[in-house]
């Protein structure tokens, strides 16, 4: 546990010595400050994991089979005597890979897809159909039907998960384009001659970054969840890649004799998780007063 | 509302064509030649080309493609490169574990989530509601092997009240059965009814912030009548749409409950066929899943015209 009160010190430290507008946002955002201070901390825990006290993660090391959390292997070492607190923290740096990776591709082509369907009537008709058919199929079982046609890499992880995600963009977008398309201002605009790519620059696509930033929050999270679920059951990054998903199935079938195997990784996946998501209800309530209120 | 029904029906069409399309590339894009596969390690190039010819794998991708809708839509899902039987057969074996648990659970967490749901609603702002919003957002940070693990190492390990793992069939008692799914279901219906007490909660407080609720409260009708008979009807159709928006979180929960419970089910089925590459049983599996989707967002539809009258379009 040391190395999650040494996190919260690396993300607490700037706000002790912050100026007004900080202590502000912590008293009207506390969750949404405390998820970011998280994400901070992991962010800072991937970069620096080389010189956080870790060893190969990857080293192995027979006569330290299976040692439980001491003074000297901080997380205890698993059934081929690799360092858990080693692999645990450079575990991080997968899912905030794939996490940030598939969120920022899938909203940016999610967002040009929607763009596309929601301004063009043609275009709207095929593309829609086609994203109703992958939506069809729960995002986690696509990406697995991915991965069972590649080999195991973080690159097409984060592909994969990406294709589950794009449909969901689209059709946020979509919506949002359509209903922006009836709004006065947007008339407005046609009427006085503005151009497509201006009309499409100036009025619309500044419209649609509050959802899609918070739908990119979501993604992010869901996507961290997804690695964690194809690495768990053997679809995901490859075993050579210490991520929390193969970690935790690596102690699997030693859960019972030796739990914190699977414990550490859990609980940082799940602080990980948590903390995106405390960020995209912080955003959501921000950039929409109105969803606030209602959820 | 027959009219209705029969238009909704059609519109599954093309979203079910869409997935059989993708599905079937899967086989198509495959990396490996299954007549390899099939002939065995001391198969000439004769007995392959041979194979090639009887599966029809030469011919282009139109007429593979219709020749495998036409056996899917009579109930043919191919044969398993594996194990060498039916799709439709494995499928059939492992249905009972998956069908039981997702069926219970799913009872179960609306059961659970609705009630919960028009109680923080209700008691707005009160620790009730509080509780509840931290249960949703808890919900959907804890991955469902994480909670998994939680639970075992809690009620199976320390406190030995339940099962690690495994699955009775209620034909071999109905005690053991019920011991064995408590855990998994648990575990499958944590964040599926964490969704449902979140939307419930939201669209109950849009609709008692209404005028007709506080005329209903105003002629003295009793709270518990006012929340369901008035409040939860009206608020009724963003909960039945996430109830069945919702199912995908189950299908994608049961491949990892089953795999951390070793259930003898269709995810595990999944999971198995993944790690072997076994193509036609991952494609039968993904059609299963999805015609199940498709079709319990179907059902909501329609519900839809019995909840609400002024959907009639």
New interface residues.
């Given amino acids: 546990m040391t190395a999650i009160s040494r996190e919260d010190m690396a993300g607490g430290a700037p706000a002790a010595a912050a100026p007004g507008f900080v202590r502000e946002a912590v008293r009207r955002h506390p969750t949404m400050v405390l998820g970011g201070a998280i994400l901070l901390a992991a962010a800072f825990v991937a970069l620096a994991a080389p010189y956080l006290g870790t060893v190969d993660p990857q080293a192995l090391s027979p006569i330290r089979r299976l040692k439980p959390p001491s003074e000297q292997y901080w997380f205890g070492t698993d059934m081929l005597g690799r360092d858990l607190y080693s692999r645990t923290i450079y575990g991080t740096r997968v899912s905030l890979i794939v996490g940030f990776g598939v969120a920022f591709l899938s909203t940016a082509v999610g967002l040009a897809i929607g763009l596309v369907t929601g301004l063009n009537r043609v275009a709207d008709a095929i593309v829609m ?2 994203m ?3 939506m ?7 990406a ?2 991915l ?3 590649t080999r195991a890499s973080l690159g097409n992880v984060v592909f994969a998960i990406t294709v589950a995600e794009v449909p969901r963009v689209t059709r946020l977008v979509r919506g949002v384009v359509l209903t922006l398309r009836e709004r006065p201002f947007v008339e407005a605009a046609v009427a006085s001659g503005t151009g497509f790519f201006r009309l499409l620059s100036r009025h619309i696509l500044p419209n649609t970054v509050a959802p899609v930033l918070v739908q990119g929050t979501y993604i992010c ?1 869901s996507a961290m ?1 997804t690695e ?2 194809l690495s ?4 995901g990054t490859p075993p050579n890649i210490p991520s929390w998903g193969n970690v ?1 199935a690596d102690g ?1 079938s030693l ?2 004799v030796a ?1 914190y195997l ?2 550490f990784p ?1 609980i940082f ?2 602080l990980t ?2 903390a995106v ?2 960020v995209g ?1 912080g955003l959501r309530d921000a950039l929409d007063p109105r969803l606030a ?3 | 509302m027959i009219a209705y029904i029969i238009r909704r029906l059609i519109a599954t069409v ?6 059989a ?3 079937f590339s ?1 086989l198509y ?3 490996g030649d299954p007549a390899a596969v099939i002939a065995g390690d001391l198969a000439t190039p004769q007995d392959i080309a041979r194979i090639h010819a009887q599966l029809g794998l030469d011919e282009p991708f139109l007429a593979r493609f219709g020749r495998w809708l036409w056996g899917v839509l009579h109930g043919d899902l191919g044969i398993s490169i594996f194990t060498n039987l039916p799709v439709t057969r494995l499928i059939a074996q492992r249905l009972e574990p998956t069908a039981v648990l997702t069926i219970a659970t799913m009872i179960v967490a609306i059961a659970v989530a609705i009630p919960i749901g028009v109680v923080a609603a209700w008691k707005a702002g009160s620790w009730i509601d509080r509780a509840v919003m931290g249960f949703a ?2 919900g ?7 909670l998994a ?2 639970l ?2 809690v009620f199976a ?1 320390e406190l030995g009240w339940l099962p ?1 793992q495994g699955y009775v069939s209620f034909r071999e008692g109905v005690v053991p059965f019920l011991r064995h799914l408590v855990l998994p279901s648990l575990t499958l219906g944590f964040i599926y009814a964490a969704l449902i007490a ?1 939307i419930t909660r ?1 669209s109950m ?2 609709v008692l912030s209404q005028d007709y609720i506080r005329t209903a409260q105003a002629k003295g009708l009793a709270t518990r009548d006012v929340l369901i008979g008035h409040a939860l009807k009206n608020a009724a159709v963003p909960i039945v749409t996430v109830i069945g928006i919702g199912v ?2 189950l ?2 929960g049961v ?2 409950t089953e ?2 419970f070793a259930i003898p089910g269709l995810g595990r089925l ?2 198995d066929a ?2 072997r ?1 076994d ?1 036609p049983i ?1 494609q039968g ?2 059609l299963l ?2 015609g199940v ?2 079709l319990v967002n179907l059902l909501v539809d329609i519900s839809y015209t019995l909840l609400d009258p002024r959907v009639r379009y």
């Fill in positions: 159909r086609v109703d058919g992958l069809a199929i729960p995002s986690v079982l696509l697995i039907a991965m069972a046609l999270a969840i964690a679920i768990f059951i053997g679809a935790m699997r859960f019972q739990p699977v414990i859990a996946l799940s998780v948590l998501n405390l209800d209120r209602r959820m | 093309p979203v079910m064509g869409v997935v399309i993708f599905v899967l894009i495959a990396p957002v808890l959907f940070s804890l991955p469902a092997f994480v693990y939680l075992i190492l390990v690690v979140r939201a407080l849009e995908a979180l299908i994608s491949i990892v795999t951390v999944t999971v993944i790690l590459r193509y991952i599996v993904i899943f999805s989707f498709v």
